[in-house]
T-cell receptor, first 111, second 113 residues
Framework: KNEVEQSPQNLTAQEGEFITINCSYS?????LHWLQQHPGGGIVSLFMLSSGKKKHGRLIATINIQEKHSSLHITASHPRDSAVYICAVRPYGGSQGNLIFGKGTKLSVKP | DGGITQSPKYLFRKEGQNVTLSCEQN?????MYWYRQDPGQGLRLIYY???????QKGDIAEGYSVSREKKESFPLTVTSAQKNPTAFYLC????????????FGPGTRLTVT
């Protein structure tokens, strides 16, 4: 069983739609990261959170520590949001360098 | 501009050859990391370094080696002992080893034939 599960694996949306990507994890964590990987391969860190909610522009990330679940929301989606979104967690007690990564959600936003 | 650079973007090698991937950062970060990405899988940690002249194995260190002689540089050597070296390799850095965001480089796609 993967320690970090993302859903859906693939998502196609029309421009303007509200999008939700989910991340569930099975270990105790000290932080959760949302990352964006563009088609060229480069990765950008979107959020790092350990509780509650963070917002940056049209992106909102929430986390429920008790339920071991996080969501990434995109409001008013745009074709430039097309990318792979990756959830990663930092487990308690793990080796200091280690994040555990989900396999990613591939988002395609059609104009 | 501050950031992480990896070179080259694409690299081709023959089986049995060692190859070194470059990673440089000018963010003044202490910690640096190397990840491997394969299709359909999450990123996996190869090696990480908390500080100059120190580095630790990650989950899949076999067949790889690193050095950290300078704060700015963390090169990764893919040796001929690595059974499946063809992959996308990402370098990252963070201010310290824990509780900090990681900043990623653009990646190097290595193909070994």
């Amino acid at each position: 069983k993967n320690e970090v599960e993302q859903s859906p694996q693939n998502l196609t949306a029309q421009e303007g739609e509200f999008i939700t990507i989910n991340c569930s994890y099975s270990v105790g964590i000290s932080a959760l990261h949302w990352l964006q990987q563009h088609p060229g391969g480069g990765i950008v860190s979107l959020f790092m959170l350990s509780s509650g909610k963070k917002k940056h522009g049209r992106l909102i990330a929430t986390i429920n520590i008790q339920e071991k679940h996080s969501s990434l929301h995109i409001t008013a989606s745009h074709p430039r949001d097309s990318a792979v979104y990756i959830c990663a967690v930092r487990p308690y007690g793990g080796s200091q360098g280690n994040l555990i990564f989900g396999k990613g959600t591939k988002l395609s936003v059609k104009p | 501009d501050g950031g992480i650079t990896q070179s080259p973007k694409y690299l081709f090698r023959k089986e049995g050859q060692n190859v070194t991937l470059s990673c440089e950062q000018n963010l003044n970060h202490d910690a640096m990391y190397w990840y491997r990405q394969d299709p359909g899988q999450g990123l996996r940690l190869i090696y990480y370094s908390q500080i100059v002249n120190d580095f630790q194995k990650g989950d899949i260190a076999e067949g790889y080696s690193v050095s950290r002689e300078k704060k700015e540089s963390f090169p990764l050597t893919v040796t001929s002992a690595q059974k499946n070296p063809t992959a996308f390799y990402l370098c990252a850095s963070s201010m310290r080893i824990q509780r900090y965001e990681q900043y990623f480089g653009p990646g190097t796609r290595l193909t070994v034939t």
